[in-house]
């Protein structure tokens, strides 16, 4: 099972790097939100869970293959922070940041039952159990962007027919 190894360590570098990335997207977005104070909460709740995650996921790495590439956490962390930046140079940057929140959830959920699926095939209980209980915390990010999608969609409509701060 070598290849089998080489491929779920390589997941496992992958997802790593991706909570690196939402650590650095999640903070941007945590500050700059003024006017949605739900959303601002949630966001920073889930920013902590993601710390969480990501440095529970480098002492699986260090402990599985010996640590985790530097190339590719400073790669997501550039590509996150350019993403932030170009948030806010639109006029609609809440909304954007939710569409894309959603979007990268979805992608973390799909990560998360790769590696359960991978784990549980190498024995790896233990992993196992670890991307289950972060796959369930994606889950319900997921599930609380998409409840609140349409309710801060009206508010950011109502906020720009009024000219107050709806863009963030």
Known sequence: MTHARDNFIAWLRNAHAMEEQAVTTLS???RRIESYP????R?????EETRNHAEELKLLLDRLS???PVLKDITAKIAA???GVGGMLTSDEVIKGMVASYAFEHTEIATYRVLIAAADELGET???VLFERILAEEVAMAEWLGDNLDGITRVFLMRDERDLLAKR
């Open 38 to 41: 739900d959303l601002r909460e």
């Open 66 to 68: 010996g640590g985790t």
């Open 28 to 30: 941007a977005q945590a």
């Open 126 to 128: 233990e992993a196992a």
């Open 81 to 83: 922070t350019a993403q």
């Open 43 to 47: 966001i920073s709740a889930h920013l």
